[in-house]
C-alpha cells in the first residue's frame, strides 16, 4: 500500500487571522525557547515560523502575516524565491563545502564576477566573499589599513555597522549594542552625521559635511585616517537620508586625503532604496562597498568589493575564512542577482516608494506625533515624536508596531532612540497586499 501524502497547499499573497497573535503554538514554543535560548538573543514578534513566501509568513498557528521587514532587508526577491531555492537545492546535491580557501569552484567566481558588475564605478574591481554584514565591514578596514598603512578609522553618529569587537566600536548606539561589552577596538573615531530633521535649520548637506571634516581634521589629522565608512543612509539609526551634498563633499574630501571611502551598503544595498546601490543617488562612487543582507535571498552572504589596487595590496592568506563564500550561499546569490536584473526590483522599490508616500506622506501635516516621513525607494520611516516637541517617542513606535502586529503585519522599528516605524517589504510585494498593509499601519498610527 502507498502513503498518499497531500502535497503542502501554495502559500498565498493574503493576510489570514486565525488565533490572538501570538497563538497557542507560538506561546508554547516560546516557553520551550526560554528554557534553551540565550536570553540575549531577542525577537521583535514571539511568532514562530512554519513558512513564508514573497511578502507573507505563516506561523505555527496558520495564521499568515504580512511582512514589512524582509528580515531585516534581507529577503528583497521574496521569501524562499523558487528560483533562489532551486538554486541551492542543486548546488546541495552537487556540494555543500569545499571551503575556498582550499579547493575552489566557479560559483564564488561568478559571484565576484557579477558583484564588480553591478557596484558603482566601472574602475578594476576585485572582491572577497565573507558570512555576514559585520564580516564585511571588518574585512573593509583590514583592506583599508593594509592598503593605507594607516590606523585610523571615521564613523558617523547614528551608525550602525554590526556587533563583532571592532564593529561594535564603529557602532554609535551603546544599548542594546555594546553595554557591558567593552573594551572596544581602538583607532575608531566618531564623527557628526547629517540629520536633516534635528540639525539646525537650514543646515546643508555640504556644511554638515564640513561639520564632520572639522572633527576629523582636529581630533585624529586626516593623515591617520584609513577609512571613512558610512551608510548612504543611515539603518539601524533611523533611516536617515543625509542632506543632498554631504556624501560628495565627504567623498571629495576623503580622495584628497587619501582615505579609502567605505560604503556600508549592507542594508540599502541590492535595489531597495530604487536604485542597485544608495551611492548611486548623488553619484559618489566608493572606493570599497560592503555588502550582505540582501544579496543572497536570504543565505548567509557578506562581501567586500572595490578597488583591485586595494584588495590586492592584501597579502596572500590575509583575508578568508572556512565558511566564506560558501557554495550554497553563492548559488542563491547568483540566483538573486538575476532576479533583481531580470524583474528590475530596483524599479518595483520605486514604485513601492510612491504607493507608500501616496499614503502616509501626508501623516506629518495630519498626526502631531509624526515628526517626518522619510527614507527611499522601499526603505521608508516615520520619526515619531511628542507633539509639538523633537523628543523622541519610543513608547507610541512601540505601541504602533505593536497593533500591527496584532492585526496580521509585521513593522520594525529603529533609530538612535528606539522611534522609528521602518518599512522594508520583499521589493516583490503585491500592491494590493502593500495597501492592506498600510491602511492597518495608518489607523495605527492614526489612533495616536
Ligand atoms: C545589518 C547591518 C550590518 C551587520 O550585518 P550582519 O549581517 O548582521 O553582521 C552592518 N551594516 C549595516 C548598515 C547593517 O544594516
Same mark, same amino acid.
Given at each position: ?29 516560546? %516557553? ?60 546541495? %546535491? ?127 589629522? %586626516? ?131 510612491? %504607493? ?93
Amino acid at each position: 500500500m502507498t502513503a498518499v501524502v497531500a502535497a503542502p497547499s501554495p502559500l498565498e499573497q493574503r493576510r489570514v487571522l486565525r488565533t490572538p497573535i501570538p497563538g497557542p503554538r507560538s506561546v508554547a514554543l516560546g %516557553a520551550r525557547r526560554s528554557a534553551a535560548v540565550a536570553a540575549g538573543v531577542s525577537s521583535t514578534l514571539p511568532v514562530y515560523v512554519q513558512r513564508a513566501a514573497g511578502a507573507v509568513i505563516e506561523d505555527v498557528d496558520g495564521n499568515v502575516l504580512i511582512d514589512l521587514g524582509s528580515g531585516i532587508a534581507v529577503t528583497s526577491v521574496g521569501a524562499s524565491a523558487p528560483e533562489v531555492t532551486a538554486a541551492v537545492a542543486a548546488q546541495a %546535491a552537487d556540494f555543500t563545502h569545499t571551503c575556498f580557501m582550499i579547493s575552489p569552484y566557479e560559483e564564488y567566481v561568478a559571484v565576484c564576477e557579477g558583484l564588480a558588475r553591478i557596484t558603482p564605478g566601472t574602475h578594476d574591481k576585485r572582491s572577497v566573499l565573507v558570512n555576514s554584514g559585520a564580516e564585511a565591514v571588518e574585512n573593509a578596514v583590514k583592506i583599508a589599513r593594509r592598503a593605507t598603512g594607516r590606523p585610523a578609522v571615521l564613523v558617523l553618529d547614528h551608525a550602525y555597522h554590526g556587533r563583532t569587537n571592532l564593529t561594535m566600536a564603529m557602532t554609535a548606539r551603546a544599548m542594546p549594542y555594546k553595554t557591558g561589552f567593552g573594551p572596544f577596538a581602538g583607532e575608531v573615531y566618531r564623527v557628526p552625521a547629517s540629520y536633516p530633521l534635528r540639525d539646525p535649520a537650514g543646515m546643508t548637506g555640504e556644511q554638515a559635511a564640513l561639520r564632520a571634516i572639522d572633527v576629523a581634521e582636529r581630533q585624529v589629522g %586626516a593623515d591617520q585616517v584609513a577609512a571613512l565608512v558610512l551608510e548612504p543612509i543611515l539603518g539601524e539609526g533611523g533611516f536617515v537620508v543625509p542632506a543632498p551634498g554631504f556624501l560628495p563633499t565627504l567623498a571629495a574630501w576623503a580622495a584628497d586625503r587619501g582615505i579609502v571611502l567605505v560604503a556600508d551598503e549592507v542594508q540599502t544595498g541590492f535595489a531597495r532604496t530604487g536604485d542597485m546601490f544608495a551611492m548611486h543617488h548623488e553619484g559618489v562612487v566608493p572606493d570599497l562597498v560592503a555588502l550582505a543582507k540582501g544579496i543572497a535571498g536570504g543565505l548567509p552572504l557578506g562581501a567586500v568589493t572595490g578597488r583591485a589596487e586595494l584588495l590586492d595590496a592584501v597579502h596572500a592568506g590575509g583575508l578568508g575564512g572556512t565558511f566564506g563564500g560558501n557554495p550554497l550561499a553563492c548559488a542563491a546569490a547568483l540566483a538573486s542577482l538575476e532576479i533583481y536584473e531580470r524583474d528590475d526590483l530596483a524599479g518595483a522599490a520605486r514604485a513601492i516608494e510612491a %504607493a507608500v508616500l501616496g499614503r502616509l506622506g501626508a501623516l506629518a501635516d495630519e498626526v502631531p506625533a509624526v515628526a517626518q516621513v522619510r527614507g527611499r525607494g522601499a526603505m521608508l520611516a516615520l520619526e515619531l515624536v511628542l507633539p509639538g516637541t523633537l523628543e523622541p517617542d519610543r513608547a507610541a513606535a512601540q505601541r504602533v508596531a505593536a497593533a500591527c502586529a496584532q492585526q496580521g503585519v509585521l513593522v520594525l522599528t529603529c533609530g538612535t532612540w528606539g522611534n522609528v516605524l521602518r518599512l522594508l517589504p520583499p521589493l516583490v510585494i503585491g500592491h494590493n497586499l502593500l495597501d492592506e498593509g498600510l491602511t492597518v499601519l495608518e489607523d495605527a498610527i492614526r489612533s495616536l
